[in-house]
C-alpha cells in the first residue's frame, strides 16, 4: 500500500483526500488556542513584533513629513515670491554627489545620466504649458484636488511594500500632484525649479539615503517644524508638535495592547487558514 | 387523414337546377388533392375509359341530394374560381412587391440573426404544405384546366366561358400582319434599344467600381434610379405579356408525361408582381412630374421672395451663426472656463477656415444673382423630369455649403479622438500598467523614471485640456448632426417619391384578391348529416408588409444615427458619416442588383417579337 502524499491547502490540486477532510493541524491549531486563552501569562508580543510596530509608525511620519516637503517648497516660491534658483542648485548639487558615491546596479537603472537629461529637458519643455494650464480654473478647486492627491500619494506610498523602490502608481500621482499645484505658479522658472525640488526631494533622494540613518530624520523634522513656525506661528507649531509626539510614543502602545487582546486569537486562525488576497502574478 | 375535395363556389356544382345523375370529374396529380373541374352525365362515361390525371370522383342519383364520393373520408372545400383576366390568384405565401434575388438581402440587413434564419430555414420548422400549395396551382389556373377538359371531352360541362372577343382579335391580327406595322415595331424596337443602352452606359459609369458617384451625390443617385428604372422598363413589360402561358397548359396536359415541375414555372402569377412593379414605376414617374409642374409652378411665382429669404437664411446659418459660436467658445461659454490659450487657438483657426470658405465659394453661391439663376435652372429641370429631381439638387446644393461644417467636425472629432486614446494609454501608464499586445490585456510594468514622468506630465496637461477640446467637438457634432438631419430628411421624401407603393395600395383596395397575402379556410356549415364543407378565401397583403422596404430604412436610418450606438460613437470620437449606398439600398429592391446588357435586351424582345 503506497503512502498517502500529505494534504495541501490547495484547492486546483487533485489530492486523494475526501472534500470533507479536516486536516489534523487545523484541530491543534484550534486546540492550543483553547489552552492560550486560559493562560495570561502567554498574551504576549515578541520584542521584535513591538519594535516592528513602532518602526512602522514611525516610518509612516517620516513619509507624512516627506510629503509636506512639496507643501513647503509651493508656499516657499507661491507665497512668499522666494526665489527658487537657489534651492535647486542646492539640492541638485547634493543629489549628484549621492549618485557619485552610492554606486548601486538596482540604482543605476532607475536613475541614469540619460534619463537625467530627459527629465530635465522634458521639464523645460512643458513649463510653460504647465503654467498656463489651470489659468482659468478657480484655485479652491486645485487646492481641493492637490489634497486629494496627497491623501491618496501618502496612502498608496505607505501601503507598498519594497522600500527600497518606490511603485510607479505613487511616483505618477506625486508627479501628478505637482505638477497640478505647479499650474498655479507665475513664471516657467518657478515651476521648473518646484518640479525639480519635489522630484528630488520625494522621489530621488528616498532611495539615496539609507532608511536606518538617524541625521536625515532629524534634519526633516527640524526643517519642518522651524518653518510651521515660520508660517503658522509658534501656537500651531506647538500643537502639531505635541500630536506627533502623541502620535509616535502613545498610539504604538494602544494598537500594541489591542493587537494583543483583540486581534491577535482571530488573526492566527485567520492568516494561517485563509489566503486573504488572491495571487495573480 | 382526409381527402380534401376542392368545388368551385356558387358554380352550377353544387346547386345545378337539373335533375337527374350526375358524376364531377376532378382532377389530381400525384402530390395534390383533387380539383373538381367539370360534371357530366353518366351515361357518356360507359364506353370511354378516363385518362389519369383526371378520374370520377362523386356520382349522384337521379333522386339524391348528395354526392356520394368515391374516395374514402371526403372533405369539401369550396373556393371561388379566380379570374385569370383580372389577375386574381391564391397564393399561401404573401406576394412579394421586392424582386426575389434582393429579397434575401433585405432580411439579413436589420435585426435578424444569421443563426435564426437559419433554424427557420430547417425544414423541421416549415409548415408542410407542399401539397396545398400545388392545388393552389392548379385552382389558379382553373379555367385552362377545364377548358383543356373540355377540349379532350366534349360533352363534359365545365365554368369555361366562351372566349367573346375574337372580332378584336382578328382586327389585331390583322394589323399586326401589315409592313406599317412590322416598320414601326422595328424602329421602336431599336429606339428602344439604344434608350436602354445609354441608360445602362450612363448608370455603369456612376458606379464605376473605383470611384462611385453614386455615394457622393444625391441627384447623381437619382439619375441613376432612373436609368436603371429604364433599363428594367423592357424586361418587365417582355416578361408579364407572357401571353402563350394559358395555352400551352392545354397542350401540355395532353402529353402522357404532364411535369408539374414546367408547369409551376410557367404559372402567369409568378409575374404578377412583376406587373404592379411596372406600372407602380410608370406611375410615379408621372406623379414625380406633375409634382414637378406644380412646384415649379408654385417656385415660379415666389421666385424673388424664395431668393431672398433663402440667401439670408443660409448667410445666418452659415457664416454669421457659425462665427458666433465660434468665437463664444473662446470666451468661457456658458461661464465654463476652457483652457484659455488652446481655445483661442482652435476658435482662430475654425475662423479662418470660416472666413476662407466664405469668401471662396460661399459667397459667390449664396449670391442673391446665383441663387436666381440656380433656381431658374432647377425650375426648368423640375418642370422636365421631375420634382424628385429638384429636391436631390437641393440637397446637393445644401451639401456643398455646409462642407465647412463636415471640416470642423471632422477636425474636432479627429483631435478629440487622438487625445481620448493617448489618454486611454496613458492612464495604463499612471497606473503603473501597459497593455500587452501579444495577448491582448494589460500587465503590470516596471517603467523607468523618466517614462513615468513624461507620461505623467502629458497626462495631466491632456486632462486639463479635454474639457476645451470636447467643447468645440461637442458644438461642432450638434451643428453636424443638424445638417445631417436635413439631408436625411430630403432624402425620404426623395424615397418616398421614389418608391411609394402607390399602385399596389389602390390595387388592394380595388380588388384585394390581385394581392394574396395567403389564404385561409373557414368551417362553412356544420350540417350534422352532410360533410363537412370548408371554404377556401383569399387573404389580402398586409399593409405594413407593402411598406416593409420603409420600415427597415426608418429602422436602418434609427440605427444609424439617432440611436444608443451613435452617442457611444460619438462619445468616442468616432466619426459619423452619411453612407448613402448602403442607406439606400433598400430602396433599390424593385430593381435588380445589375441592368440587363443591350445584348441579352435584344435577344428577349426579337424572340418574342
Given at each position: 500500500?503506497?503512502?498517502?502524499?500529505?494534504?495541501?491547502?490547495?484547492?486546483?490540486?487533485?489530492?486523494?483526500?475526501?472534500?470533507?477532510?479536516?486536516?489534523?493541524?487545523?484541530?491543534?491549531?484550534?486546540?492550543?488556542?483553547?489552552?492560550?486563552?486560559?493562560?495570561?501569562?502567554?498574551?504576549?508580543?515578541?520584542?521584535?513584533?513591538?519594535?516592528r510596530?513602532?518602526?512602522?509608525?514611525?516610518?509612516?511620519?517620516?513619509?507624512?513629513?516627506?510629503?509636506?516637503?512639496?507643501?513647503?517648497?509651493?508656499?516657499?516660491?507661491?507665497?512668499?515670491?522666494?526665489?527658487?534658483?537657489?534651492?535647486?542648485?542646492?539640492?541638485?548639487?547634493i543629489?549628484?554627489?549621492?549618485?557619485?558615491?552610492?554606486?548601486?546596479?538596482?540604482?543605476?537603472?532607475f536613475?541614469?545620466?540619460?534619463?537625467?537629461?530627459?527629465?530635465t529637458?522634458?521639464?523645460?519643455?512643458?513649463?510653460?504649458?504647465?503654467?498656463?494650464?489651470?489659468?482659468?480654473?478657480?484655485?479652491?478647486?486645485?487646492?481641493?484636488?492637490?489634497?486629494?492627491?496627497?491623501?491618496?500619494?501618502?496612502?498608496?506610498?505607505?501601503?507598498?511594500?519594497?522600500?527600497?523602490?518606490?511603485?510607479?502608481?505613487?511616483?505618477?500621482?506625486?508627479?501628478?500632484?505637482v505638477?497640478?499645484?505647479?499650474?498655479?505658479?507665475?513664471?516657467?522658472?518657478?515651476?521648473?525649479?518646484?518640479?525639480?525640488i519635489?522630484?528630488?526631494?520625494?522621489?530621488?533622494?528616498?532611495?539615496?539615503?539609507?532608511?536606518?540613518s538617524?541625521?536625515?530624520?532629524i534634519?526633516?523634522?527640524?526643517?519642518?517644524?522651524?518653518?510651521?513656525?515660520?508660517?503658522?506661528?509658534?501656537i500651531?507649531?506647538?500643537?502639531?508638535?505635541?500630536?506627533?509626539?502623541?502620535?509616535?510614543?502613545?498610539?504604538?502602545?494602544?494598537?500594541?495592547?489591542?493587537?494583543?487582546?483583540?486581534?491577535?486569537?482571530?488573526?492566527?486562525?485567520?492568516?494561517?487558514?485563509?489566503?486573504?488576497?488572491?495571487?495573480?502574478? | 387523414?382526409?381527402?380534401?375535395?376542392?368545388?368551385?363556389?356558387?358554380?352550377?356544382?353544387?346547386?345545378?337546377?337539373?335533375?337527374?345523375?350526375?358524376?364531377?370529374?376532378?382532377?389530381?396529380?400525384?402530390?395534390?388533392?383533387?380539383?373538381?373541374?367539370?360534371?357530366?352525365?353518366?351515361?357518356?362515361?360507359?364506353?370511354?375509359?378516363?385518362?389519369?390525371?383526371?378520374?370520377?370522383?362523386?356520382?349522384?342519383?337521379?333522386?339524391?341530394?348528395?354526392?356520394?364520393?368515391?374516395?374514402?373520408d371526403?372533405?369539401?372545400?369550396?373556393?371561388?374560381?379566380?379570374?385569370?383576366?383580372?389577375?386574381?390568384?391564391?397564393?399561401?405565401?404573401?406576394?412579394?412587391?421586392?424582386?426575389?434575388?434582393?429579397?434575401?438581402?433585405?432580411?439579413?440587413?436589420?435585426?435578424?440573426?444569421?443563426?435564426?434564419?437559419?433554424?427557420?430555414?430547417?425544414?423541421?420548422?416549415?409548415?408542410?404544405?407542399?401539397?396545398l400549395?400545388?392545388?393552389?396551382?392548379?385552382?389558379?389556373?382553373?379555367?385552362?384546366?377545364?377548358?383543356?377538359?373540355?377540349?379532350?371531352?366534349?360533352?363534359?360541362?365545365?365554368?369555361?366561358?366562351?372566349?367573346?372577343?375574337?372580332?378584336?382579335?382578328?382586327?389585331?391580327?390583322?394589323?399586326?400582319?401589315?409592313?406599317?406595322?412590322?416598320?414601326?415595331?422595328?424602329?421602336?424596337?431599336?429606339?428602344?434599344?439604344?434608350?436602354?443602352?445609354?441608360?445602362?452606359?450612363?448608370?455603369?459609369?456612376?458606379?464605376?467600381?473605383?470611384?462611385?458617384?453614386?455615394?457622393?451625390?444625391?441627384?447623381?443617385?437619382?439619375i441613376?434610379?432612373?436609368?436603371?428604372?429604364?433599363?428594367?422598363?423592357?424586361?418587365?413589360y417582355?416578361?408579364?405579356?407572357?401571353?402563350?402561358?394559358?395555352?400551352?397548359?392545354?397542350?401540355?396536359?395532353?402529353?402522357?408525361?404532364?411535369?408539374?415541375?414546367?408547369?409551376?414555372?410557367?404559372?402567369?402569377?409568378?409575374?404578377?408582381?412583376?406587373?404592379?412593379?411596372?406600372?407602380?414605376?410608370?406611375?410615379?414617374?408621372?406623379?414625380?412630374?406633375?409634382?414637378?409642374?406644380?412646384?415649379?409652378?408654385?417656385?415660379?411665382?415666389?421666385?424673388?421672395?424664395?431668393?431672398?429669404?433663402?440667401?439670408?437664411?443660409?448667410?445666418?446659418?452659415?457664416?454669421?451663426?457659425?462665427?458666433?459660436?465660434?468665437?463664444?467658445?473662446?470666451?468661457?461659454?456658458?461661464?465654463?472656463?476652457?483652457?484659455?490659450?488652446?481655445?483661442?487657438?482652435?476658435?482662430?483657426?475654425?475662423?479662418?477656415?470660416?472666413?476662407?470658405?466664405?469668401?471662396?465659394?460661399?459667397?459667390?453661391?449664396?449670391?442673391p444673382?446665383?441663387?436666381?439663376?440656380?433656381?431658374?435652372?432647377?425650375?426648368?429641370?423640375?418642370?422636365?423630369?421631375?420634382?424628385?429631381?429638384?429636391?436631390?439638387?437641393?440637397?446637393?446644393?445644401?451639401?456643398?455649403l455646409?462642407?465647412?461644417?463636415?471640416?470642423?467636425?471632422?477636425?474636432?472629432?479627429?483631435?478629440?479622438?487622438?487625445?481620448?486614446?493617448?489618454?486611454?494609454?496613458?492612464?495604463?501608464l499612471?497606473?503603473?500598467?501597459?497593455?500587452?499586445?501579444?495577448?491582448?490585456?494589460?500587465?503590470?510594468?516596471?517603467?523607468?523614471?523618466?517614462?513615468?514622468?513624461?507620461?505623467t506630465?502629458?497626462?495631466?496637461?491632456?486632462?486639463?485640456?479635454?474639457?476645451?477640446?470636447?467643447?468645440?467637438?461637442?458644438?461642432?457634432?450638434?451643428?453636424?448632426?443638424?445638417?445631417?438631419?436635413?439631408?436625411?430628411?430630403?432624402?425620404?421624401v426623395?424615397?418616398?417619391?421614389?418608391?411609394?407603393?402607390?399602385?399596389?395600395?389602390?390595387?388592394?383596395?380595388?380588388?384585394?384578391?390581385?394581392?394574396?397575402?395567403?389564404?385561409?379556410?373557414?368551417?362553412?356549415?356544420?350540417n350534422?348529416?352532410?360533410?363537412?364543407?370548408?371554404?377556401?378565401?383569399?387573404?389580402?397583403?398586409?399593409?405594413?408588409?407593402?411598406?416593409?422596404?420603409?420600415?427597415?430604412?426608418?429602422?436602418?436610418?434609427?440605427?444609424?444615427?439617432?440611436?444608443f450606438?451613435?452617442?457611444?460613437?460619438?462619445?468616442?470620437?468616432?466619426?459619423?458619416?452619411?453612407?448613402?449606398?448602403?442607406?439606400?439600398?433598400?430602396?433599390?429592391s424593385?430593381?435588380?442588383?445589375?441592368?440587363?446588357?443591350?445584348?441579352?435586351?435584344?435577344?428577349?424582345?426579337?424572340?418574342?417579337?
Amino acid at each position: 500500500m503506497t503512502t498517502r502524499s500529505p494534504w495541501k491547502r490547495l484547492l486546483w490540486l487533485k489530492q486523494e483526500y475526501p472534500d470533507n477532510y479536516t486536516d489534523p493541524s487545523f484541530i491543534d491549531l484550534r486546540a492550543r488556542q483553547k489552552i492560550d486563552s486560559t493562560k495570561k501569562s502567554d498574551r504576549k508580543l515578541s520584542e521584535a513584533a513591538r519594535s516592528r510596530i513602532r518602526l512602522d509608525f514611525i516610518s509612516f511620519y517620516q513619509t507624512v513629513l516627506n510629503t509636506s516637503f512639496i507643501y513647503i517648497t509651493f508656499t516657499y516660491v507661491y507665497y512668499y515670491g522666494c526665489n527658487p534658483i537657489p534651492p535647486t542648485i542646492f539640492l541638485s548639487f547634493i543629489t549628484l554627489i549621492m549618485s557619485r558615491t552610492k554606486v548601486d546596479p538596482s540604482l543605476s537603472s532607475f536613475m541614469n545620466i540619460k534619463s537625467s537629461l530627459i527629465i530635465t529637458f522634458a521639464m523645460l519643455t512643458l513649463s510653460p504649458v504647465l503654467k498656463s494650464l489651470s489659468k482659468t480654473t478657480a484655485s479652491d478647486s486645485i487646492w481641493t484636488l492637490s489634497f486629494w492627491l496627497t491623501l491618496w500619494y501618502v496612502f498608496v506610498i505607505s501601503s507598498t511594500t519594497s522600500k527600497h523602490k518606490p511603485s510607479n502608481l505613487s511616483t505618477n500621482i506625486l508627479v501628478a500632484l505637482v505638477a497640478v499645484l505647479s499650474s498655479r505658479l507665475s513664471t516657467t522658472i518657478d515651476v521648473f525649479c518646484f518640479l525639480l525640488i519635489s522630484i528630488q526631494l520625494n522621489i530621488i533622494l528616498p532611495t539615496y539615503l539609507s532608511v536606518t540613518s538617524k541625521v536625515v530624520p532629524i534634519i526633516t523634522n527640524v526643517i519642518v517644524y522651524s518653518f510651521l513656525n515660520v508660517t503658522l506661528g509658534w501656537i500651531y507649531m506647538l500643537m502639531i508638535f505635541f500630536v506627533s509626539v502623541f502620535y509616535i510614543t502613545v498610539l504604538p502602545k494602544w494598537f500594541i495592547y489591542w493587537k494583543i487582546n483583540y486581534h491577535k486569537r482571530d488573526n492566527d486562525l485567520l492568516s494561517t487558514w485563509d489566503a486573504r488576497t488572491p495571487i495573480l502574478d | 387523414m382526409p381527402n380534401y375535395i376542392f368545388w368551385p363556389y356558387g358554380s352550377f356544382f353544387e346547386n345545378s337546377t337539373v335533375r337527374g345523375p350526375r358524376v364531377a370529374l376532378a382532377i389530381s396529380f400525384q402530390k395534390t388533392h383533387f380539383v373538381v373541374l367539370g360534371v357530366c352525365e353518366p351515361q357518356y362515361l360507359e364506353e370511354i375509359n378516363i385518362r389519369s390525371p383526371y378520374s370520377v370522383i362523386a356520382t349522384k342519383d337521379a333522386e339524391g341530394e348528395n354526392w356520394v364520393y368515391k374516395v374514402p373520408d371526403p372533405c369539401n372545400v369550396h373556393f371561388r374560381i379566380p379570374k385569370l383576366k383580372f389577375m386574381q390568384f391564391y397564393s399561401s405565401d404573401p406576394i412579394s412587391l421586392i424582386i426575389p434575388e434582393k429579397d434575401v438581402g433585405l432580411h439579413n440587413s436589420v435585426g435578424e440573426t444569421s443563426n435564426f434564419s437559419k433554424l427557420e430555414e430547417h425544414p423541421r420548422y416549415k409548415s408542410d404544405n407542399k401539397r396545398l400549395s400545388e392545388t393552389l396551382n392548379i385552382i389558379n389556373l382553373f379555367p385552362a384546366y377545364s377548358r383543356a377538359l373540355s377540349e379532350l371531352y366534349p360533352f363534359i360541362q365545365t365554368s369555361q366561358k366562351k372566349l367573346r372577343d375574337t372580332r378584336l382579335r382578328r382586327i389585331a391580327a390583322w394589323c399586326s400582319s401589315t409592313y406599317f406595322y412590322k416598320a414601326a415595331a422595328g424602329i421602336s424596337l431599336y429606339m428602344i434599344l439604344a434608350i436602354c443602352s445609354i441608360a445602362s452606359l450612363v448608370s455603369s459609369l456612376l458606379n464605376y467600381s473605383h470611384f462611385q458617384l453614386v455615394n457622393y451625390s444625391a441627384f447623381i443617385q437619382q439619375i441613376d434610379l432612373r436609368c436603371q428604372q429604364i433599363c428594367y422598363f423592357p424586361v418587365q413589360y417582355q416578361r408579364i405579356n407572357k401571353k402563350d402561358t394559358i395555352q400551352k397548359v392545354g397542350s401540355m396536359l395532353k402529353q402522357e408525361n404532364s411535369n408539374n415541375q414546367t408547369l409551376n414555372s410557367r404559372m402567369p402569377c409568378k409575374f404578377y408582381p412583376d406587373y404592379i412593379l411596372l406600372y407602380n414605376t410608370v406611375w410615379l414617374i408621372i406623379n414625380d412630374i406633375s409634382f414637378g409642374l406644380i412646384f415649379g409652378a408654385i417656385l415660379t411665382e415666389n421666385r424673388d421672395f424664395l431668393v431672398s429669404t433663402s440667401h439670408r437664411i443660409l448667410k445666418f446659418f452659415l457664416y454669421d451663426l457659425l462665427k458666433t459660436i465660434t468665437i463664444m467658445l473662446a470666451s468661457n461659454p456658458f461661464g465654463i472656463k476652457l483652457n484659455a490659450e488652446l481655445a483661442n487657438f482652435l476658435s482662430e483657426l475654425f475662423l479662418w477656415v470660416i472666413e476662407f470658405s466664405y469668401s471662396a465659394f460661399i459667397k459667390l453661391l449664396i449670391d442673391p444673382e446665383t441663387l436666381s439663376t440656380l433656381l431658374t435652372l432647377t425650375i426648368y429641370m423640375i418642370f422636365l423630369v421631375g420634382f424628385s429631381f429638384g429636391v436631390s439638387l437641393a440637397i446637393d446644393f445644401f451639401a456643398v455649403l455646409s462642407f465647412p461644417i463636415y471640416v470642423f467636425y471632422r477636425i474636432s472629432s479627429k483631435l478629440y479622438h487622438c487625445q481620448l486614446n493617448i489618454m486611454a494609454s496613458l492612464f495604463n501608464l499612471f497606473c503603473g500598467k501597459k497593455k500587452n499586445v501579444l495577448r491582448n490585456r494589460v500587465d503590470h510594468n516596471y517603467f523607468q523614471l523618466d517614462q513615468l514622468l513624461l507620461g505623467t506630465l502629458l497626462f495631466i496637461i491632456l486632462v486639463f485640456l479635454t474639457p476645451t477640446v470636447m467643447a468645440f467637438y461637442m458644438s461642432y457634432t450638434v451643428l453636424r448632426m443638424l445638417t445631417i438631419t436635413i439631408e436625411i430628411f430630403s432624402e425620404a421624401v426623395i424615397a418616398l417619391i421614389n418608391h411609394f407603393p402607390l399602385f399596389a395600395l389602390l390595387l388592394r383596395l380595388k380588388d384585394p384578391k390581385r394581392l394574396p397575402g395567403g389564404i385561409s379556410i373557414d368551417l362553412k356549415t356544420t350540417n350534422s348529416n352532410k360533410h363537412t364543407i370548408l371554404e377556401l378565401q383569399n387573404n389580402p397583403i398586409k399593409f405594413k408588409s407593402m411598406f416593409k422596404p420603409y420600415n427597415l430604412l426608418l429602422a436602418q436610418i434609427r440605427a444609424n444615427y439617432f440611436s444608443f450606438a451613435t452617442v457611444r460613437q460619438i462619445i468616442r470620437g468616432e466619426s459619423i458619416m452619411i453612407n448613402r449606398h448602403k442607406l439606400y439600398y433598400v430602396l433599390y429592391s424593385a430593381l435588380p442588383s445589375k441592368p440587363l446588357g443591350v445584348r441579352d435586351l435584344y435577344k428577349r424582345l426579337t424572340i418574342q417579337a
